[in-house]
C-alpha cells in the first residue's frame, strides 16, 4: 500500500519527467491510497493542461475516468480538524495538510514530488526515487 500525492498520480497518467519512475511505482505496488481531495487536485491539473494546450478535453476526460478508476474505494476522506491541526503543525497548506494526516493515520509516508512538501515533513514524505529504492 502507498499513499500518493496528486503530483504523483499526474506522473502515472500524463507524460511527465517522472512518468516513468511512476509507472514502475505502481508496477511494483498498484494499491495506491490517497484522500479524496486528490480528484479535486487531479480535475484541476487536467483543466489546466487543456488550457495550455498540453492535452486535448477527451484526453482529460479519459484521464479523470482512469483516475477515478484506479481510487476506486482508496480514497479516504480526514476529518477537518485534522487537517487544520496537520496544517499548523507543519506551516503548510490545508490542501497538503490533507495528504499528510492520511499518511500518517494510515502509519505510511506520503509519495508526493512537491519538494516544499518534504522539507516540511520530511518523516512524513519521500519522493518516487525513495519509494522506488525501497519498494
Known amino acids: 500500500m502507498r499513499v500518493v500525492d496528486t503530483n504523483v498520480v499526474a506522473y502515472l497518467l ?3 519527467g517522472q512518468s516513468a519512475a511512476a509507472r514502475q ?8 491510497r490517497s484522500e479524496a481531495f486528490l480528484l479535486v487536485e487531479f480535475t484541476n491539473v487536467l483543466a489546466f493542461s487543456v488550457t495550455a494546450k498540453r492535452m486535448t478535453a477527451s484526453q482529460a476526460t479519459d484521464s479523470l475516468v ?3 478508476a484506479l481510487f476506486a474505494g482508496r480514497l479516504a476522506h480526514v476529518s477537518h480538524a485534522l487537517v487544520l491541526e496537520t496544517a499548523l503543525r507543519y506551516r503548510v497548506t490545508a490542501y497538503d495538510a490533507r495528504f499528510l494526516a492520511l499518511a500518517q493515520q494510515l502509519d505510511s509516508r506520503l509519495i508526493t514530488e512537491d519538494a516544499k512538501l518534504r522539507a516540511a515533513a520530511p518523516e512524513l514524505t519521500q519522493a518516487l526515487t525513495e519509494a522506488l529504492a525501497t519498494a
Open 66 to 68: 482512469t483516475a477515478t
Open 25 to 32: 511505482l505502481h508496477d511494483r505496488d498498484p494499491d495506491w
Open 14 to 16: 500524463m507524460a511527465g
